[in-house]
């Protein structure tokens, strides 16, 4: 048998590069824990296999570095003689240092400065105002009376039953909030579904009665009910009807009387107009104010109506037309305040809310070619009033601009506490008739139409009320007939106040007639 071959000889090692990373040979020593090694490195000290007693407890080494050049950094470990020569530890960076920039008030770092934790604290900066003091009183919240609670719970009924004629009256309420009369907004009517008849949407009429009940002021919450047809607020304590009322355009019937109210806004004759839905109003008894005289002559009255509101914009009527409509026929001179509410002019009508019965108050009237000014009124051209004034006037006034952001905020009631006895007495008159305004909803220039806090002219329209029948002839064209509204002679005419934001927000003075002209016009109703 022949003899199994030898295997060659191993080549001899290849010399050691410096280029290469290769670990250290098998007997050469070792070069210290900085070197590259491809050994595991250490992480911890739970590798010794020496130390295994967890009795009392010990810590554990820590290490920086990468993975494979890892090396103790702090005194307590078990080399620290070791650790202070491996390698230089990391600077120690500098506290970040805050200051206040003056033009942007933004708090800027240093530069070459980091972030810490470490909180910082700045001294506060003196205000430029007296700050006023902050009522620390708790917060009293608002309690719902039982005969409220009482008309909720109605309300409520009938928003879930789908019944259109919601009855308040009788329940003896003093004011309603807008939460009680917000369901009905969303009152809807239940179908009813019949065999072979196609289902129709119909939007609900809403009627709601308010009747003999202690009404101080008008539920504003009723505005948002956009469907409401029929209104009755007859025998309560109402001294005002809000402008907003105007709104109301898919109203029929409004009764407001048995009431306490002195005039009506202007803003009501919106709809009176021919087109309009109203169609029975309901207006007296009512202590109103009445003019003096009852003889006028219309003389320049559709031009002081043409030139001061401008030219009315009336529906298009289709079909047959029945409603409500006004005819002009004179007015009182104007009543002019200034800016602190300090009657101006020798003309006032403006007298103090009662809830009391009075007799009604006559007024003086003025010809629609004359206009009264009050002496403080230099600028206003007395002899001729002729141009109107229907755009938008310059900037508001600095006044103006404060009431309109004091009166953006959330909690009107709580507004005067913070104001009174801390600015001037005729100052919180504005403000207290800026609130008024605008708990009624707000209130808009007659002449303008710009928005105001604070008007500065009033004067009342006296107005016949009529009923007026619109009919299509068989040509085509418009028959029109009219009746009027006759009642005892103290609701003949109705008032109507008009207001203006300045001083030359005012009737238009329309030119004179002759003698004779005037004695042939002076009618009597």
């Given at each position: 048998m022949?003899?199994?071959p030898?295997?060659?000889?191993?080549?001899?090692?290849l010399?050691?590069t410096e280029?290469?990373k290769r670990?250290?040979?098998a007997?050469?020593?070792p070069?210290g824990?900085?070197?590259n090694?491809?050994?595991?490195?250490?992480?911890?000290?739970d590798?010794d296999?020496?130390l295994?007693?967890?009795v009392?407890?010990?810590?554990?080494?820590?290490?920086?570095g990468t993975w494979?050049d890892q090396?103790?950094?702090?005194?307590?470990?078990a080399?620290?003689?070791?650790?202070?020569?491996m390698g230089?530890?990391l600077?120690?960076?500098?506290k970040?240092?805050?200051?206040?920039?003056?033009?942007?008030?933004?708090?800027?770092g240093?530069e070459g400065?980091?972030?810490t934790?470490d909180?910082?604290?700045?001294e506060?900066?003196a205000?430029?105002?007296?700050?006023?003091p902050?009522?620390?009183?708790p917060?009293?919240r608002?309690?719902?009376?039982p005969?409220?609670?009482m008309?909720?719970g109605i309300?409520?009924h009938?928003?879930?039953?789908g019944?259109?004629a919601?009855?308040l009256a009788?329940?003896?309420?003093?004011?309603i909030?807008?939460?009680?009369?917000?369901?009905?907004?969303s009152?809807?009517?239940?179908p009813?579904?019949?065999?072979?008849?196609?289902f129709?949407h119909?939007d609900?009429?809403?009627?709601?009665?308010?009747?003999?009940n202690?009404?101080?002021k008008?539920?504003?919450g009723?505005?948002?009910?956009a469907?409401?047809?029929?209104?009755?607020l007859?025998?309560?304590?109402?001294?005002v009807?809000?402008?907003?009322?105007?709104?109301?355009?898919n109203l029929?019937?409004?009764?407001?009387?048995?009431?306490f109210?002195?005039y009506?806004p202007s803003?009501?004759?919106?709809?009176?107009?021919?087109?309009?839905?109203?169609?029975?109003?309901?207006?007296h008894p009512?202590?109103?104010?009445?003019p003096k005289e009852?003889?006028?002559?219309?003389?320049g009255?559709?031009?002081?109506?043409q030139?001061t509101?401008?030219?009315?914009?009336?529906s298009?009527?289709?079909?047959?037309?029945?409603?409500?409509?006004?005819k002009l026929?004179s007015?009182?001179p104007?009543?002019?305040l200034d800016?602190?509410?300090?009657?101006r002019?020798?003309?006032?009508?403006s007298?103090?809310?009662?809830?009391k019965?009075?007799?009604p108050k006559?007024l003086?009237?003025?010809d629609?070619?004359?206009?009264?000014?009050?002496?403080?009124?230099?600028?206003?051209?007395?002899?001729?009033?002729q141009?109107p004034i229907?755009?938008?006037?310059?900037?508001?006034?600095?006044l103006?601009?404060?009431?309109?952001?004091?009166?953006?905020?959330s909690?009107?009631d709580?507004?005067?506490?913070?104001?009174?006895?801390?600015i001037p007495?005729h100052l919180?008159?504005?403000?207290?008739?800026?609130?008024e305004?605008t708990?009624e909803?707000?209130?808009?220039?007659s002449?303008?139409?710009?928005?105001?806090?604070?008007?500065?002219?009033?004067w009342?329209?006296?107005?016949e009320?009529?009923?007026?029948?619109?009919k299509?002839?068989?040509?085509?064209?418009?028959?029109?007939?009219?009746?009027h509204i006759?009642?005892?002679?103290?609701?003949?005419w109705?008032?109507?106040?008009?207001?203006?934001c300045?001083?030359?927000?005012?009737?238009h003075?329309?030119?004179?007639?002759s003698?004779?002209?005037?004695e042939?016009l002076?009618?009597?109703p």
């Open positions: 022949a003899e199994e030898s295997l060659p000889t191993l080549p001899p090692p010399p050691r280029g290469r670990g250290r040979g007997d050469g020593p070069s824990p900085s070197s090694s491809s050994d595991p490195a250490i992480f911890s000290s590798d296999p020496a295994d007693n967890y009392h407890g010990r810590r554990k080494k820590r290490y920086v494979y090396h103790p950094v702090s005194s307590d470990s080399d620290s003689a070791l650790g202070e020569d230089p530890r600077p120690k960076l500098p970040r240092k805050f200051r206040r920039q003056a033009d942007s008030g933004v708090y800027l240093l400065s980091t972030d934790d909180g910082f604290e700045l506060p900066c205000p430029k105002l007296p700050l006023l902050r009522n620390l009183q917060v009293v608002k309690t719902i009376s005969e409220e609670e008309l909720r309300v409520q009938c928003v879930e039953e019944t259109e919601v009855d009788d329940l003896g309420v003093e004011s909030s807008d939460e009680s009369l917000e369901p009905l907004q009152l809807t009517l239940i009813t579904v019949t065999e072979d008849v196609a129709e119909k609900p009429r809403i009627m709601v009665f308010l009747s003999n202690r009404l101080a008008f539920p504003l009723l505005i948002n009910i469907n409401l047809t029929v209104l009755s007859r025998a309560n304590c109402l001294q009807l809000p402008p907003c009322i105007a709104s109301l355009k029929r019937t409004l009764n407001v009387a048995q009431n109210l002195r009506l803003e009501l004759l919106e709809l009176m107009k021919k087109g309009s839905n109203l169609q029975d109003l309901q207006l009512n202590p109103y104010y009445q009852r003889s006028y002559c219309e003389w009255s559709a031009e002081y109506e030139e509101f401008g030219s009315a914009v009336e298009e009527i289709e079909g047959d037309w029945e409603g409500i409509t006004t026929r007015r009182t104007v009543q002019y800016t602190a509410q300090n009657l002019s020798s003309f006032s009508f007298a103090a809310q009662s809830n019965p009075s007799p006559e003086d009237q003025e629609f070619w004359e206009l009264a000014f009050p002496r403080e009124s230099g600028n206003i051209d007395r002899q001729d009033r141009t229907r755009s938008r006037r310059g900037a508001a006034s600095l103006e601009s404060a009431i309109r952001a004091a009166m953006s905020v909690e009107l709580e507004l005067p506490e913070l104001y009174n006895d801390r007495h919180a008159r504005v403000m207290d008739k800026a609130i305004i708990k909803g707000g209130q808009r220039c002449v303008c139409r710009r928005e105001t806090w604070s008007p500065l002219t009033e009342i329209e006296f107005r009320l009529r009923r007026t029948h619109v299509r002839s068989v040509g085509g064209g418009r028959i029109e007939s009219t009746i006759t009642g005892n002679d103290d609701e003949v109705v008032p109507f106040v008009r207001k203006g300045s001083w030359r927000c005012i009737p003075k329309s030119q004179s007639p003698r004779e002209q005037r042939r002076l009618m009597i």
